[in-house]
């Protein structure tokens, strides 16, 4: 890949202008991306944080990778199909390498959530693991693992908002502006901070869970709620057609389908333990 030099200011906030580039090094001749580093500083975070949390469901580091690397290698797929198959009216896909280049960027987190999703289901069946239980101990470190990973995009300056005149306004000059400085929501660090404040409220909560699969419930609504609103704000979304408005954005509305969905999942399973219809934990 070729290093994008981008040059970044947070006037508001009293950050004078400073350059950041998008190698973090070379191997042998190859870039490595400061964006793959930080994406994998994450997976080893979130591996880190279930592997604590797994304790509590008797799930050893043997069956604990058995699931997980398979989700990660499915994840990752996932969320590069989803970018490619959203992305195909613009082109730039001449083979099958092209497609699978995911060393030059282009990874959709909706695409990876849903085919991890599937692949811990599977796995857990076969791995005779209760998939609530998991997927309550596992889901809190998506947030943290995305909260890591949006400073992979801040590092290739990309996934910035509108322009703007709010005080946490960034300003930004590379390639993808032109090599003009403009001044944008660092909708990047919403993201990452909405994250970090997800995961830890969720934590705090977690002892008082009131049915298996309550955290993942609450963590996707969680993180719908937040993109869906920062999504509004971006100005490189993926969109469903050809007409550019906020809701025809896939991330707006799959945010929504998530919190909607998920909320009203978790009051209808608490109405019913308070009704006596259903046990809870």
């Not at 198959?85 to 083979?95: H, I, K, W």
């Not at 943290?144 to 992979?152: F, V």
């Amino acid at each position: 890949m070729t290093e994008r030099i981008t040059t970044i200011s947070f006037p508001g906030l009293g950050i004078d202008s400073f350059n950041v580039g998008s190698v973090a090094f070379s191997v042998f001749g190859r870039n490595i991306a400061w964006y793959a580093l930080i994406i994998t500083f994450g997976i080893v975070c979130a591996f880190a944080y279930i592997w604590w949390r797994c304790r509590e469901i008797d799930v050893n580091f043997d069956k604990l990778i058995d699931i997980g690397l398979p989700t990660v290698f499915f994840g990752i797929l996932g969320a590069r199909l989803f970018y490619v198959l959203t992305t195909l009216r613009e082109g730039g896909y001449e083979s099958i390498v092209d497609v699978f280049a995911i060393w030059e960027g282009g990874l959709a987190i909706y695409g990876g959530l849903i085919a991890g999703a599937l692949t811990v289901i599977v796995m857990t069946r076969l791995k005779r693991v209760p998939f609530m239980k998991f997927a309550d101990c596992a889901c809190p470190s998506l947030v943290l693992a995305q909260a890591i990973g949006r400073w992979g995009n801040f590092m290739n300056g990309e996934a910035f908002g509108a322009e703007t005149d709010i005080f946490c306004r960034m300003g930004i000059r590379n390639v993808l502006t032109g090599f003009q400085t403009i001044y944008v929501h660092p909708t990047f660090l919403y993201e990452s901070l909405w994250n970090i404040l997800g995961f830890t409220l969720i934590n705090l909560f977690y002892r008082h869970r009131k049915y298996d699969g309550q955290i993942f419930h609450l963590t996707f609504a969680w993180y719908g709620f937040g993109r869906m609103f920062i999504e509004i704000l971006r100005s490189d979304s993926l969109y469903i057609s050809s007409h550019h408005a906020w809701y025809t954005k896939i991330s707006v509305l799959i945010g929504f389908g998530f919190f909607v969905g998920c909320t009203a999942y978790m009051i209808y399973k608490l109405l019913r333990i308070r009704h006596g219809k259903e046990q809870g934990r």
